[in-house]
């Protein structure tokens, strides 16, 4: 507890501000994206599984999984 594990998972989701130094994902400087840009970059190179599931209660368990990369722009396998 207080350690810090969240507030680095979420530096390198790029939701959280860092207050000195950097952060840097698979080559790409997250300080370097803004908004948009910021947002496709996570949803196509990171993925969180937080320990409070948020579901869309219309969906099935399938179409929830598929969300994610369908808001993304992604591609969604079924598979």
């Keep these: 507890?207080?350690?810090g594990?969240?507030?680095l998972l979420l530096a390198?989701?790029?939701l959280a501000q860092r207050t000195a130094g950097s952060v840097r994902v698979d080559g790409q400087d997250i300080a370097a994206l803004r908004g948009a840009a910021l947002d496709r970059w996570r949803g196509r190179s990171v993925g969180?599984?937080?320990q409070d599931i948020h579901l869309v209660e219309g969906l099935s368990v399938l179409d929830n999984l598929l969300l994610a990369p369908f808001a993304a722009g992604g591609a969604q396998d079924r598979a």
């Design 1 to 3: 507890s207080g350690a």
């Design 5 to 7: 594990k969240t507030t």
């Design 48 to 50: 969180l599984v937080f």
């Design 12 to 14: 390198i989701a790029g």
